[in-house]
């Protein structure tokens, strides 16, 4: 018997009606930008701002979906993530199958185990080593400010990401000697793009650096098989605890989470912090303002320390890609999408559209502290993602943002020595050089 509802008109949303056929940006216009090396960014750009917020573009043998506009974001993100689905991840060479590139019923056990970790009281855990880690980094600014010495800050706060996420992973503060092995990991990310397509041959290609770092994820599983680290417990005994009972954690997968969580734990948030800082460098006033906003530790202040984050996010995501695949025919924005279809989500664009955001480009941290200054639609700011595969380290990385920049801002103004020219748009967007400074 036909119900209500399946005599009511298919919803504009539902996979059952057609949709109109998707605008694709010119063929010749695509022809142009690969005849002239041009970056990603400034094609997709060109798509936006001659299509809109859900149009196609040709990269390769079909189109690709182009999504920025708000409410597409969210439909395919957080209202049907059934349809549109992570392919293989392009960092699983290195990740294997850690909770960041598996899918399905797999992937739903391994995010439920670790979520209760990042979240509430799970989280509270972690509070005391962030600010261990912070406190470790004011110190070695301080030498560096008494001294004079210049260093560089990227290296700097990919250091501090590193000990926070590592003292979370392990109870242990992170020694020279993992710090040194570990920087391997950033040699594979920056290879990923060049290496070969199978996991297998990509595997071969970066052998030696895998086993570095195989070698380091080993020696910290054997040290928390004997028991927790100085500052208590960490992750992986909740993972080692996690194999006592479900025999999928094998030594295979805790390993693949232990280096997820490195990975997506460090580089992100390190990236942020240098743009932040970079940000500030062009936008002095900023960080006066964050200082005004009250005296230290009073809530005025963390809000308006955590607006220059959000800030920094808004204008450089880190991962400024997701990628998706749709798995059905669907309708997304009145427009029709074919099974099959790769679709890009692009929180980089959808951050700077200006019927969003009035001055996209202008650095200006108050859009988060003064009511009525930014968009409402939670699918026009999106730095962690969202939907059911949001980050899982959100509450992590503002925190140590926060707390770090607290530490910091108050006692030193930076001088850079050199400013990266340009950004490198790749698994993140990150400045693309280095960035020497001194301290005042
Ligand atoms: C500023 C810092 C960070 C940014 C901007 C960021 C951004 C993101 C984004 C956008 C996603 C979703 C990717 C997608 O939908 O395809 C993601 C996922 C993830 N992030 Fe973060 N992240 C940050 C820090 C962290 C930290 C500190 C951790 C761990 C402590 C972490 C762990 C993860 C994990 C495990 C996932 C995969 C979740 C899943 O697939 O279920 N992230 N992150």
Same mark, same amino acid.
């Given at each position: 018997?036909?119900?209500?509802?399946?005599?009511?008109?298919?919803?504009?949303?539902?996979?059952?009606?057609?949709?109109?056929?998707?605008?694709?940006?010119? =063929?010749?216009?695509?022809?142009?930008? !690969?005849?002239?090396?041009?970056?990603?960014?400034?094609?997709?750009?060109?798509?936006?701002?001659?299509?809109? @917020?859900?149009?196609?573009?040709?990269?390769?043998?079909?189109?690709?979906?182009?999504?920025?506009?708000? !409410?597409?974001? !969210?439909?395919?993100?957080?209202?049907?993530?059934? #349809? +549109?689905?992570?392919?293989? *991840?392009?960092?699983?060479?290195?990740?294997?199958?850690?909770?960041?590139?598996?899918?399905?019923?797999?992937?739903?056990?391994?995010?439920?185990?670790?979520?209760?970790?990042?979240?509430?009281?799970?989280?509270? #855990?972690?509070?005391?080593?962030?600010?261990?880690?912070?406190?470790?980094?004011?110190?070695?600014?301080?030498?560096?400010?008494?001294?004079?010495?210049?260093?560089?800050? @990227?290296?700097?706060?990919?250091?501090?990401?590193?000990?926070?996420?590592?003292?979370?992973?392990? @109870?242990?503060?992170?020694?020279?000697?993992?710090?040194?092995?570990?920087?391997?990991?950033?040699?594979?990310?920056?290879?990923?793009?060049?290496?070969?397509?199978?996991?297998?041959?990509? #595997?071969?290609?970066?052998?030696?650096?895998?086993?570095?770092?195989?070698?380091?994820?080993?020696?910290?599983?054997?040290?928390?098989?004997?028991?927790?680290?100085? /500052?208590?417990?960490?992750?992986?005994?909740?993972?080692?605890?996690?194999?006592?009972?479900?025999?999928?954690?094998?030594?295979?997968?805790?390993?693949?989470?232990?280096?997820?969580?490195?990975?997506?734990?460090?580089?992100?948030?390190?990236?942020?912090?240098?743009?932040? +800082?970079?940000?500030?460098?062009? *936008?002095?006033?900023?960080?006066?303002?964050?200082?005004?906003?009250?005296?230290? /530790?009073?809530?005025?202040?963390?809000?308006?320390?955590?607006?220059?984050?959000?800030?920094?996010? #808004?204008?450089?995501?880190?991962?400024?890609?997701?990628?998706?695949?749709?798995?059905?025919?669907?309708?997304?924005?009145? +427009?029709?999408?074919?099974?099959?279809?790769?679709?890009?989500?692009?929180?980089?664009?959808? *951050?700077?559209?200006?019927?969003?955001?009035?001055? =996209?480009?202008?650095?200006?941290?108050?859009?988060?502290?003064? =009511?009525?200054?930014?968009?409402?639609?939670?699918?026009?700011?999106?730095?962690?993602?969202? @939907?059911?595969?949001?980050?899982?380290?959100?509450?992590?990385?503002?925190?140590?943002?926060?707390?770090?920049?607290?530490?910091?801002?108050?006692?030193?103004?930076?001088?850079?020595?050199?400013?990266?020219?340009?950004?490198?748009?790749?698994?993140?967007?990150? =400045?693309?050089?280095?960035?020497?400074?001194?301290?005042?």
């Amino acid at each position: 018997m036909a119900t209500e509802a399946s005599l009511a008109p298919a919803s504009p949303t539902s996979p059952a009606s057609p949709g109109r056929p998707i605008p694709e940006l010119d =063929p010749a216009v695509v022809a142009r930008w !690969q005849a002239g090396g041009g970056e990603l960014v400034e094609l997709l750009t060109q798509v936006r701002e001659q299509l809109g @917020g859900v149009a196609a573009v040709r990269l390769g043998a079909k189109p690709t979906v182009l999504v920025t506009d708000p !409410q597409a974001v !969210q439909h395919v993100l957080a209202q049907h993530p059934d #349809r +549109y689905v992570k392919r293989s *991840h392009r960092a699983r060479v290195l990740i294997g199958d850690g909770v960041l590139s598996a899918t399905g019923d797999a992937w739903k056990r391994q995010r439920r185990l670790l979520q209760a970790q990042f979240t509430g009281t799970g989280m509270r #855990r972690w509070e005391e080593r962030i600010t261990a880690a912070a406190r470790t980094t004011a110190e070695r600014w301080a030498d560096y400010a008494h001294t004079g010495q210049q260093f560089d800050l @990227g290296e700097e706060m990919r250091r501090f990401a590193l000990d926070s996420i590592w003292r979370a992973l392990t @109870g242990h503060p992170l020694d020279d000697a993992t710090e040194r092995e570990l920087a391997t990991v950033g040699t594979v990310v920056s290879a990923l793009p060049t290496l070969p397509a199978g996991v297998i041959d990509a #595997r071969e290609a970066v052998a030696a650096e895998l086993a570095r770092i195989d070698a380091v994820a080993e020696r910290a599983t054997a040290a928390a098989r004997q028991g927790a680290g100085p /500052d208590g417990a960490g992750l992986l005994h909740v993972l080692l605890d996690a194999a006592t009972e479900r025999p999928e954690y094998t030594d295979r997968l805790i390993r693949d989470e232990l280096v997820t969580l490195l990975l997506a734990g460090h580089e992100t948030t390190a990236t942020t912090l240098t743009w932040l +800082y970079l940000l500030l460098d062009s *936008h002095p006033a900023a960080r006066e303002q964050a200082l005004a906003a009250g005296p230290a /530790d009073s809530p005025q202040r963390r809000e308006a320390v955590q607006a220059l984050v959000h800030e920094t996010l #808004r204008l450089y995501p880190s991962a400024w890609l997701l990628p998706r695949y749709a798995t059905a025919d669907d309708t997304l924005a009145g +427009y029709a999408i074919a099974a099959d279809t790769d679709v890009l989500v692009c929180p980089y664009l959808t *951050h700077r559209d200006p019927e969003l955001w009035p001055e =996209p480009e202008h650095f200006d941290p108050r859009r988060f502290t003064t =009511p009525g200054n930014r968009p409402t639609s939670t699918g026009s700011y999106l730095p962690f993602g969202l @939907g059911p595969r949001a980050c899982l380290g959100l509450q992590f990385a503002l925190r140590e943002s926060t707390v770090l920049l607290e530490h910091l801002l108050p006692a030193h103004t930076v001088t850079f020595h050199a400013i990266p020219a340009k950004a490198a748009y790749s698994i993140t967007v990150r =400045p693309d050089g280095p960035t020497p400074v001194t301290l005042g």
